[in-house]
C-alpha cells in the first residue's frame, strides 16, 4: 500500500512487569509521538507483578521519511526498581516513483515552412522525490529549455510538482513536399523512473499542389503577313 506525506502511523506500546515484585514510578516515553494515551490496570505508574500498561501515539509521516523508505523510533520503559528498556521498531514504508508527462503543440496543421512550439510538463506522481531529472526531444531544433516548476527545492522534482518546458520544431520545405505528419516524442527519464517516460505531439502535413500559368504574346498586335509572334509562359507553383 502506498504511503505519502501526511499518512499517519498509530503505534500501540505495551509493557509488562515480568518479575516478582511490584513496580512503581512506571514511565513509557517515545519522542518520536510526544504525549501518550496509557492504560493502566489500577494505578497509574504502578504494575503489579503480571499487568501490563498499554499506551497508544500516532506520527504523521514526513516527506523525508518517504524518501528514506522507513520510519524508526524508540520507545523506552523505565520504573523505580528497574533500569530503562527500550524497544526499537522500524516502519517499511513503501516508495512508488511515477512520472507523468505531457506534450502539446501550438499548430495542429502546417502547410507551408515555419515554427512549430510545443509546451511539455513532466509531473512527480509517486510518492518520492526525484533527482537527476533528463528531458530529451530529438525531434526539437531548439530547446527543451525549463520554463517553469523546480522552485522549492532547486534540482529536485518534487513529490506534486510540475516542471514545464518549451521546444521548437523549424518546418522545411521537405518535410512539406513529404507530406508526413509530424510527429515529436519527448522522454523523461529520473533516477529514481529511469523509464523513459514519454509523450507525443502531432501536427499534420497539408499539402495543396497548384500551378498558375500565365501566356503573353509579342507583339500584342499586327497588320502584316509574314509577321512573326513570340510567345512567352510563366508557370508558378502557387
Known sequence: ERADAGDKINYTITAKNEGNVTLTGVTVVDPLLGTLSCTWP????TLLPGQS???T????????????????????????????TETPNKVPLPQTPKLT?????????????GTITYTITVTNTGNVD?????????????????????ATDPGVLNVGEVWTYTAAHTVTQAEINAGADLVNTASVATLQVPGPTNASA???????PKLTIVKSASPTTYSTVGT??????LVTNS
Open 202 to 208: 502531432t501536427t499534420t502535413v497539408t499539402r495543396d
Open 57 to 84: 501515539g500516532s506520527y504523521t509521516l514526513l516527506q523525508t521519511d518517504i524518501n528514506a523508505g522507513e520510519r524508526a523510533n524508540t520507545a523506552t520503559a523505565d520504573s523505580d526498581q528497574t533500569p530503562p
Open 101 to 113: 508527462i505531457t506534450k502539446t503543440a501550438d499548430k495542429a496543421t502546417v502547410s507551408a515552412p
Open 42 to 45: 489500577a494505578t497509574a505508574g
Open 130 to 150: 526525484q533527482t537527476n531529472v533528463v528531458l530529451t526531444d530529438a525531434f526539437a531544433t531548439t530547446g527543451p529549455t525549463k520554463t517553469g516548476g523546480d
Open 53 to 55: 500498561v498499554s499506551c
Open 228 to 233: 512573326t509572334i513570340n510567345y512567352s509562359y
